[in-house]
């Protein structure tokens, strides 16, 4: 940085500082990151506090079970929960309107349920008090209000010659006025990150592992460009503008198109060109491709009787009570990888649908910058789509596998012959039932993250080309006058 960058930035730095209008307004800003944070701290506390509390109520009940039948413990099911991660109490992303928890069972895979906003009074929909909203929406117009004349003020009190004549280059001038505004940005964020890194430390009793720590300083990063973004729009908006007030009129005009107007239009065009079934015509078509595989449950189903005859053939026995295994324990698993295999693969297309819609804002964000800082916000918080989905993918591997581990308990536990009128129903110790591990959610590494949302992270750093870009080419079609 040459010496007259660093003047002019200081310079600038000071004078915002100076007006007192900014000065309360930096005040107002800092108040109310501070009291975002600790909502979103108490918000991550009390939340996850409840989630392991139930969770360990869910283990300790299943675990409580008396003796019974495999397939009855099968169908009672078990209740996953969705943990949040330690950096979610700075952005919230769409952690209110995903469902928390899972209720998993044998032959069905239910919705995940009890989200945050199903409970809401409508308020949510005006958005939350978060870290990211005031960083990403607030931080804009204290940067568009410090900096609208920053250029034009110079040219309408007739200083930019002067300065223009002292050995000052328009690229100087420009990116003098660019850190100067950054810099008044930086001088809130940082005390802000010096916080967020202790409460970090808090919240995970100061056990920081490697993928948290990456995600942060990526986190930092990101926002950092996007100030800088922010700071060469206003500057140059400024230095083009033919004065004051047309600079202020385009950045308020863009300030509200690109943060409040495009990413509704963007979701809007996206649900329009990929529609997604209704949660009805969903479990519909789920029902009637299932029916055409036939029923476990029935014995005279078509399907499965085929089955019973090519094991009576290959264990040359005429009944299925002289199988040597549990014949109907082996129907329900094959029920069961049968039924998940349809259920798995509509859930799999709806996830693509969703996926689809948001891949038109995606896109949107080479045309926005707003809308590529909030989707890698939301990604190195673990607080985005794909987190919620490899949840789901997570559950539904364990119901599988749940259900499975009781169907084979079933197999080899139960005797293929039903139990006389006074004799106790087949049932195995409840022992077995703590050889079903817990529900363990493991969050994906922030390398698996960036390689799956990588359209997000390209979008930034393309913003932050064209800015620099922006800046070294734009003085040509600058006038002096």
Not at 87 to 111: C, Y
Not at 121 to 128: A, K, P, S, V
Not at 332 to 358: P, R, V
Not at 414 to 423: D, F, L, R, V
Request: with cysteine; charged share 20%; glycine share 6%.
């Amino acid at each position: 940085m040459s010496n007259n960058i660093f003047i002019i930035a200081r310079q600038t730095f000071r004078m915002a500082y100076s007006n007192k209008a900014t000065f309360a307004f930096a005040v107002l800003l800092s108040f109310s990151l501070l009291l975002a944070t600790f909502v979103g701290w108490k918000n991550y506390k009390v939340q996850n506090e409840q989630r392991l509390q139930y969770k360990k109520e869910v283990r300790k009940q299943w675990l409580d079970n008396p003796d019974k039948h495999p397939h009855r413990m099968a169908h009672y099911g078990y209740l996953a929960f969705r943990e949040k991660h330690e950096l979610s109490f700075f952005d919230f992303g769409i952690e209110s309107f995903a469902g928390v928890s899972i209720f998993l069972e044998a032959h069905k895979q239910n919705s995940v349920n009890f989200s945050e906003a199903s409970f809401s009074n409508g308020m949510l929909r005006f958005g939350e008090l978060s870290v990211a909203m005031v960083l990403q929406i607030l931080f804009p117009l204290l940067i568009i209000f410090v900096g609208y004349n920053c250029v034009s003020a110079e040219r309408e009190s007739g200083t930019l010659k002067i300065l223009l004549c002292q050995n000052t280059t328009w690229k100087d001038l420009l990116w003098g006025k660019t850190f100067g505004l950054l810099a008044l940005s930086l001088s809130i964020f940082i005390p802000l990150i010096i916080l967020t890194i202790i409460l970090r430390g808090i919240l995970s009793n100061w056990q920081l592992s490697g993928d948290s720590a990456v995600r942060l300083l990526l986190l930092i990063g990101g926002y950092i460009i996007y100030f800088f973004v922010i700071s060469v729009i206003t500057a140059l908006v400024s230095a083009l503008s033919s004065g004051s007030r047309p600079a202020l009129t385009t950045l308020l005009a863009s300030w509200i198109f690109f943060i409040v107007i495009m990413p509704r239009i963007t979701q809007s065009i996206g649900n329009q060109i990929y529609p997604s079934p209704s949660k009805i015509s969903f479990l519909a078509q789920i029902a009637e491709d299932v029916s055409k595989e036939g029923d476990s449950h029935n014995p005279d189903d078509p399907h499965y009787a085929k089955i019973k005859d090519s094991l009576m053939k290959k264990y040359n026995v005429d009944d299925v009570k002289k199988l040597p295994f549990n014949y109907g324990g082996f129907i329900m698993a094959e029920g069961e990888k049968i039924t998940s295999g349809i259920y798995s693969q509509h859930q799999k297309d709806l996830n693509k649908t969703f996926e689809n819609q948001n891949s038109i804002t995606k896109l949107g964000s080479f045309l926005n910058p707003y809308l590529a800082l909030k989707e890698v916000s939301m990604i190195l918080t673990a607080s985005d789509y794909s987190t919620y989905t490899d949840f789901q993918n997570q559950a539904e591997q364990y119901r599988y596998g749940l259900a499975q581990k009781m169907n084979q308990l079933q197999i080899e536990n139960i005797s293929n012959e039903k139990p006389g009128e006074h004799e106790k129903p087949h049932m195995i110790s409840r022992n077995n039932w703590a050889s079903q591990k817990d529900f363990e959610y493991h969050f994906t590494t922030i390398n698996e993250a960036v390689s799956k949302n990588s359209t997000a992270f390209l979008a930034l750093l393309f913003w932050l080309t064209v800015s620099i870009f922006g800046i070294q080419f734009s003085v040509k079609r600058i006038k002096t006058i």
